[in-house]
């Protein structure tokens, strides 16, 4: 059965966060990061790109990030939320502080994205990567089926990168980065477009980044909804949404350090309008 | 590093474990409906009325109105609604009840004549609209067949297509779901159609209420009026 709530797209969320620029891993080389990422909200964007309520639906990801270098220019990635928890709370009338609808969890293990990433040019570092989304997440759980760990279709998307570095004066260090993709989603959902832009700053002889991000989706509104969709249980398609976001990185070790950030949407359709969250630490042996 | 996991995960948990609460405002006015209302009672007979009570969250209620007659030496009545006709005329019959905060009242006006006339209500209609920012709206009328209501949609009703879930419900609260009778999942998104409801009476329900029921979001709502 097909189905997509509104969390659905906020995965995606936590996915465009992990972004590892056009750069390959050198042959051997790992960058391990381990994170929790989470969304609390209590609203969300209407079709028309409105806001309204809903009840508060929260999501919380515990997750690893890992690229590795097969060779010098191909990079294998993997992202999984090992741990994916998904609820919403109880509904309570304030006139008779009875509980009308009981709030509900699940706990389970996320959709997990797996991709290989191949350096074309490492002088102005292009690359072309490919994402294959596996559906290993719940997609509709709880009495009213509106609680989920994935949305539960699997999905492939083609990326291009690109990006420079450089040094701004002595111990500043700078990168941009801006990449384009293709998600070709299976079981009636959208097809999207997928974009996004980032620079970072280096501080203290590379050992603090300051990253600014600014990412997008846009849907081609080319699968099923409610109306068309045979079945009239829960269905929603047509998420897009453009977010900006930030994040800090300390290297506290020569390669293992921690890292802080926060997202959230400029605007958006069949989404939540609230900041998502994320922090964890990471081994770069690339250092 | 183990400690470090071991941390997050703990953090996690602990964040993550919270169900709470979000509270609804849900209050509305208690209404007290009579709902055997007659046009006319025949002179020397006698009519048990009765009513019905909503109270502050559109739940029925049990409770003790207090029955008038404009005119007792036309039609005296009883504390527990017994009406009889002595005179002819007209008198305003009134069903009141005195709840915290305010007062809950129906007025009918009863002549008395050469036979006992019930009131017929042959149809209802309203128009939904939409409360939220996702497109609703349209005429419906209701009427009853046989035993079952029959919800009929004019033309001009449309409704988004991009929200998961969404239902039509009968109900005595527009602001929640709670109490309210779930008709089905909406089906069509344009245009006149109609829904069949069984064992439901016309007086039964004051408002159609669209939900979007798996994120209990409120879309609109249309007042039932004669």
């Known amino acids: 059965m097909k189905k997509l709530l509104f969390i659905g797209i906020l995965l995606s969320f936590g996915f465009s966060l992990h972004a590892g620029g056009p750069w390959p891993q050198k042959k051997g080389n790992l960058y391990f990061k381990v994170s929790e990422w989470w969304l609390v909200f209590n609203q969300h964007y209407t079709d028309q790109g409105l806001i309204d309520p809903n009840v508060t639906t929260g999501l919380y990801n515990t997750t690893i990030y890992a690229e590795y ?58 690359s072309i990567s490919l994402t294959l ?99 009239t249980s829960i269905f929603s398609n047509n998420s897009e949404y453009t977010s900006y976001g930030a994040e800090v990185a300390l290297y506290v070790t020569k390669r293992v350090g921690f890292s802080a950030s926060v997202a959230s949407a400029f605007r958006g359709e069949i989404i939540a309008a609230a900041p998502s969250y994320s922090v964890g630490f990471f081994y770069d042996m690339s250092k | 590093m183990k400690n470090i996991f071991g941390i997050l995960l703990v953090c996690m948990l602990m964040l993550g474990a919270c169900i709470g609460d979000d509270f609804v405002d849900d209050r509305v006015d208690p209404v007290l409906r009579i709902t055997n209302s007659i046009d006319s009672l025949a002179i020397d007979s006698s009519y048990q009325f009765e009513f019905s009570y909503l109270n502050n969250v559109g739940q029925e209620e049990q409770i003790a109105a207090v029955w008038t007659s404009g005119s007792e030496e036309i039609i005296s009545i009883t504390d527990t609604g017994f009406a009889t006709a002595l005179a002819a005329g007209s008198s305003e019959i009134q069903a009141s009840y005195e709840y915290e905060g305010g007062r809950a009242i129906d007025i009918i006006q009863v002549s008395v004549g050469g036979n006992t006339v019930e009131t017929e209500i042959t149809g209802k209609k309203g128009t939904v609209q939409t409360t939220s920012s996702y497109k609703l709206q349209g005429d419906f009328t209701l009427a009853e067949v046989g035993s079952d209501l029959q919800l009929n949609f004019g033309s001009d009703y449309e409704a988004s297509t991009a929200l998961p879930g969404l239902f039509v419900y009968l109900s005595n609260n527009p602001n929640t779901t709670a109490d309210a009778l779930e008709i089905q999942a909406v089906e069509v998104f344009a245009g006149a159609h109609s829904y069949t409801i069984p064992n439901v009476g016309i007086e ?23």
């Open chain 1, 69 to 126: 270098g097969l060779t010098n220019r191909l990079t294998g990635t993997i992202y999984a939320p090992l741990l994916s928890r998904n609820y919403m709370n109880n509904l309570v009338s304030n006139t008779t502080k009875e509980v009308i609808v009981p709030g509900e969890a699940i706990n389970n293990i996320g959709d997990v994205d797996i991709s290989l990433k191949y350096a074309i040019n490492k002088k102005f570092p292009v």
């Open chain 1, 133 to 231: 989304g596996l559906p290993t997440g719940i997609a509709s759980a709880g009495s009213q089926q509106n609680l989920q760990t994935g949305d539960g279709e699997f999905n492939q998307m083609l990326q291009i990168d690109a990006g420079q570095g450089f040094n701004l004066s002595k111990g500043v260090s700078a990168y941009f980065s801006t990449y384009g993709g293709f998600n070709n989603r299976s079981n009636g959902f959208s097809d999207e477009v997928r974009y996004g832009l980032e620079g970072g700053l280096s501080f203290i002889k590379n050992r603090l980044w300051i990253i600014g991000r600014v990412n997008g989706v846009e849907s081609l509104k080319n699968g099923e909804t409610a109306e068309t969709f045979s079945s």
């Open chain 2, 204 to 226: 039964d329900y004051r408002y159609v209420l669209y939900f979007c029921k798996p994120f209990n979001v409120k879309v609109g709502h249309g007042e039932i009026v004669e």
